[in-house]
């Protein structure tokens, strides 16, 4: 059975940094996308970041430069670094992977999800 369990959320001041983890287990995911989402109240769940099998890494412009994805394939975890966090990056955020070696932002063409971590950005 597939599970995808994330942990390192919480509350955080602006511009001050938090770091999540996603560790995954029932498969070996080294050859999967790996992406974060998240979901802010009232509002849509959002693509964050994502990075193939290979290190090939995107994200979306309101983190670029802030954020950083990182994925250890023999652990079969994968990471998200927030620094200069920011109020408006306050939701909860989701690990996802997909059968893909590309990154998508589509959440319907991810497979497997999270149960979600909340992240909390006072001002």
């Known amino acids: 059975q597939v599970q995808l369990v994330e942990s390192g959320g919480g509350l955080v001041q602006a511009g001050g940094s938090l770091r999540l983890s996603c560790a995954a287990s029932?498969?070996?995911?080294?050859?999967?996308?790996m992406s974060w989402f998240r979901q802010a109240p009232g509002k849509e769940r959002e693509f964050v970041a994502g990075?193939?099998?290979?290190?090939?890494?995107t994200y979306a412009d309101s983190v670029k430069g802030r954020f950083t994805i990182s994925r250890d394939n023999a652990k079969n975890t994968v990471q998200l670094q927030m620094n200069s966090v920011k109020p408006e990056d306050t939701a909860v955020y989701y690990c996802?992977?997909?059968?893909?070696?590309?990154?998508?932002?589509?959440?319907?063409?991810?497979?497997?999800w999270g149960q979600g971590t909340q992240v909390t950005v006072s001002s």
């Open positions: 996802a992977v997909q059968r893909s070696v590309v990154v998508t932002r589509r959440e319907n063409e991810y497979e497997y």
């Open positions: 029932g498969r070996t995911f080294s050859t999967y996308t």
């Open positions: 990075i193939t099998w290979s290190g090939a890494r």
